[in-house]
């Protein structure tokens, strides 16, 4: 199959790490990414991931689902637990619905279902690393302009990080621009769409549970009672709204 070579962003050798126990695919990825630009190391497996990381990490992880031995979630929620933040893509044989909101619960940036066009890959993968790649320059510009205090909770947007106290909060980077776009439009009821498009640009598909899923991560980090949200509020039958004292919209 002849892959045409997409004008993408600037990878300057962003380093992946592919993980996919299907021979065919891995080497297709292997082969097309590093087109592209991408420095790119692919496994079949999960079984050595933390010394992988360790000896040489990459900028973003595409992992499969259904891996020999641990599988996709399980590596995706021990990564999340750990507080490490690198971003994944999830791939998966199975399309279902379930499937992907699973996968996102477990603290995957995106999801995308088996067979795909590579160029698809290409254009997530670059999404991510566009929301990824603020300059230390530009991010220090914006230390003091870009803090959003509500509650005890403190939103850096100069770092990129939440904190309660001293005390710092892992996000995901979809996690991290979807409360940066709520804590910027205080008390502005916004709409699934109009949110999965601030938070994640014109890359963007519609798929509204992936909002309801990261809305509901965010919910468990920052609400005393997820089940009765104070800062992010719902607005039915519309989408959300972030109300930063707690209080009624």
Request: hydrophobic share 40%.
């Amino acid at each position: 199959m002849q892959l045409a070579k997409l004008t993408a962003m600037d990878t300057s050798k962003k380093k992946l790490l592919v993980i996919d126990d299907d021979p065919r695919l891995r080497e297709l990825l292997l082969r097309y990414l590093t087109e592209q630009g991408f420095d790119v190391d692919a496994y079949a497996d999960a079984s050595q991931l933390e010394k992988r990381l360790q000896r040489n990490r990459p900028h973003l992880l595409i992992l499969d689902l259904m891996l020999p031995g641990e599988d996709g979630l399980s590596v995706c929620r021990k990564l999340r637990a750990l507080g490490d933040n690198l971003p994944v893509i999830m791939l998966t044989a199975r399309g279902d619905e379930v499937d992907r909101i699973v996968g996102l619960e477990m603290g995957a940036d995106d999801y995308l279902a088996k067979p795909f066009n590579p160029r698809e890959l290409l254009a997530r993968i670059n999404a991510i690393l566009r929301r990824q790649a603020a300059t230390p320059a530009l991010a220090a510009a914006y230390v003091e302009d870009e803090s959003y205090e509500f509650g005890p909770f403190r939103l850096d947007a100069g770092t990129r990080k939440l904190y309660r106290g001293d005390a710092e909060i892992g996000l995901t980077h979809a996690e991290f621009s979807l409360l940066k776009v709520l804590a910027q439009h205080p008390r502005h009821p916004l709409s699934r769409e109009r949110l999965m498009e601030l938070a994640r640009g014109k890359d963007h598909d519609s798929f509204d549970r992936a909002i309801d899923v990261q809305i509901s991560r965010l919910r468990k980090l920052i609400e005393t009672n997820a089940s009765e949200p104070k800062f992010i509020q719902t607005v039915w039958g519309f989408g959300y709204v972030f109300v930063p004292d707690g209080g009624n919209r």
